[in-house]
T-cell receptor, first 114, second 114 residues
Framework: AQTVTQSQPEMSVQEAETVTLSCTYD???????LFWYKQPPSRQMILVIR??????QNATENRFSVNFQKAAKSFSLKISDSQLGDTAMYFC???????????FGTGTSLTVIP | NAGVTQTPKFQVLKTGQSMTLQCAQD?????MYWYRQDPGMGLRLIYY???????DKGEVPNGYNVSRLNKREFSLRLESAAPSQTSVYFC?????????????FGPGTRLTVT
């Protein structure tokens, strides 16, 4: 079975500081993609960053970066220089390349404090 | 290019009523999905359609039916609504056969069953 665990239901960070959101997953497959999605109060799901499991280099998108540890099945998201607009629910997800289903975690609610 | 659209945005039903949630995408994607989002539970897959003409059950299919009307449209039907189906429903699409593993989401439908 494929599972995704986000152990931090809520987090907060001061504006301009750095915060790391945790995610672990479980799969017996070797080829898969990992994602972080952001859901602001508007409810729209927005892709933040993605990582191909076969790539050792960690993905980076501007202030967002991941720490991908394949052996540990860990995929954390680091947000640098936090901004008020980063306040949102963040979901970790993955899908195996031979399947059609995405598996989502339960989300982490992040609040950026001015 | 509107992406993924959903109608309606909000709906209130009485127990036992039926309704259909509509979803359409204009990105020529093969795969389409229906999720429900409940507090503390993340996104759970109801049904998906890997390609036109096929549909498969996800994690929580009971009480729902789907129709993949054509490549663009994927509808979700509640035949006899129950209060347990109060949720936010998201439609998503992706283009897995062409290696686009990202899911693109619609804006969601907030459904309340009284």
């Amino acid at each position: 079975a494929q599972t995704v665990t986000q152990s931090q239901p809520e987090m907060s960070v001061q504006e301009a500081e750095t915060v790391t959101l945790s995610c672990t997953y479980d799969t017996s497959e070797n080829n898969y993609y990992l994602f972080w999605y952001k859901q602001p109060p508007s409810r729209q799901m927005i892709l933040v960053i993605r990582q191909e499991a076969y790539k050792q280099q960690n993905a980076t998108e501007n202030r967002f970066s991941v720490n991908f540890q394949k052996a540990a099945k860990s995929f954390s998201l680091k947000i640098s220089d936090s901004q008020l607009g980063d306040t949102a629910m963040y979901f970790c997800a993955f899908m195996i390349t031979t399947g059609n289903q995405f598996y989502f975690g339960t989300g982490t609610s992040l609040t950026v404090i001015p | 290019n509107a992406g993924v659209t959903q109608t309606p945005k909000f709906q209130v039903l009485k127990t036992g009523q039926s309704m259909t949630l509509q979803c359409a995408q204009d990105m020529n994607h093969n795969s389409m999905y229906w999720y429900r989002q409940d507090p503390g539970m993340g996104l759970r897959l109801i049904y998906y359609s890997a390609s036109e003409g096929t549909t498969d059950k996800g994690e929580v299919p009971n009480g729902y039916n789907v129709s993949r009307l054509n490549k663009r449209e994927f509808s979700l039907r509640l035949e006899s609504a129950a209060p347990s189906q109060t949720s936010v429903y998201f439609c998503a699409s992706s283009d897995i056969p062409r290696g686009n593993y990202e899911q693109y989401f619609g804006p969601g439908t907030r459904l309340t069953v009284t």
